[in-house]
């Protein structure tokens, strides 16, 4: 019995030993993250407002931690190429995603999506930006107004440009314009572009009549001249842009949808890598430095943490279910 009980005890001990080992590896691992370089997929083209918004946290998280965040653009595909690379990733929080609001469309828009749009796990949002809509600076149609009304008049002519089928942030506002003036988005010539600069550029060339990038990525072609601003999808005028009126102030205050930098990762991120980044975001978003970057884009820091973010997407599914039934 005696050497029954001291088998078992001597058992026991090796059981706690090896669980204390783990725990205390598990700890010195939360303790230490990152210790290697982490992925940051942005699922859209160089220089748009997401990869912008994307290279301005890794390079402000990349000196704070000490650890290098590797921007990896994955575009093309309405996104999902890039969203299912991290979705099918490791939940070890080494690949990370950053997102824009549009993204969470993507349950709405798009059939047989091969991964659940809910499932992935949220960190935290950045900044807001409005959308411009925009047209080439050699067109006529200075207001908004005009242009909805070249639109009723010449609907099978009129042009726009949008990332792929529209799920964008550019096709949510522009289809909220179409169901604000009646008239159906699907008779009208669409262009589809790679990213927010690919529209622009074909705006500015006469390619296109419209395009609504966000205000970051319209903003080159505002300086440059080569387009004009009719309206921003802002509850008041842009401080550098101050002759841009909103769209509301336009007439059309139903026109709203704006750009959001949401940061999400893999499904079943331990809590730990989501405090982290937490934490890491809402630090950088009071630093001067990175304030003043995003401002000089056209954004406004805006910070929700991950249960905040999850319960907006959420909001803005049911939102594009209202937009999507008027104009499908």
């Known amino acids: 019995m005696r050497r029954m009980r001291s088998k078992f005890l001597g058992g026991f001990l090796s059981l706690l030993i090896a669980t204390l080992v783990v725990w ?90 091969p991964f659940k749009i809910m499932d992935r796990t949220f960190i935290g949002r950045m900044a807001f930006a409005p959308q411009v809509f925009i047209v080439g600076s050699k067109t006529p149609f200075k207001s908004l107004g005009e242009l909805a009304e070249e639109a009723k008049r010449n609907t099978a002519n009129f042009s726009l440009s949008w990332n792929g089928d529209g799920t964008d942030t550019t096709g949510l506002a522009t289809r909220q314009f179409f169901k604000a003036i009646n008239v159906d988005i699907r008779k009208v010539r669409v262009v589809s572009a790679s990213g927010g600069g690919q529209g622009l550029i074909l705006t500015a060339g006469g390619n296109v009549i419209l395009s609504v990038p966000t205000l970051t990525t319209g903003v080159a072609g ?99 279910w209202d937009i999507w039934s008027e104009v499908k």
């Open 222 to 320: 505002l300086q440059a001249g080569t387009v004009r601003g009719l309206a921003i999808t802002a509850p008041k005028r842009n401080r550098d842009w101050p002759n841009i009126p909103t769209t509301a102030e336009a007439g059309f205050p139903t026109v709203t949808m704006g750009w959001r930098g949401e940061i999400s990762g893999p499904p079943k991120l331990p809590p730990f890598v989501v405090e982290k980044w937490e934490k890491g975001m809402e630090e950088i978003l009071r630093d001067p430095a990175v304030i003043a970057q995003l401002d000089k884009l056209g954004l406004t820091v805006s910070y929700l943490n991950s249960k905040e973010t999850r319960e907006t997407v959420l909001k803005e599914i049911d939102e594009v």
């Open 24 to 113: 205390e590896g598990q700890a010195q691992s939360q303790q230490a993250y990152p210790t290697r370089p982490i992925d940051l997929v942005v699922p859209v083209a160089v220089g748009g407002s997401t990869d912008l918004v994307g290279r301005i946290m890794a390079n402000a998280l990349s000196k704070k931690w000490g650890s290098p965040i590797n921007v990896l653009n994955k575009p093309g595909g309405n996104y999902i190429p890039g969203m299912l690379y991290v979705y099918e990733a490791q939940p070890d929080g080494y690949t990370m995603m950053m997102e824009a609001n549009s993204q969470s469309s993507l349950f709405v828009l798009v059939k047989n999506l």
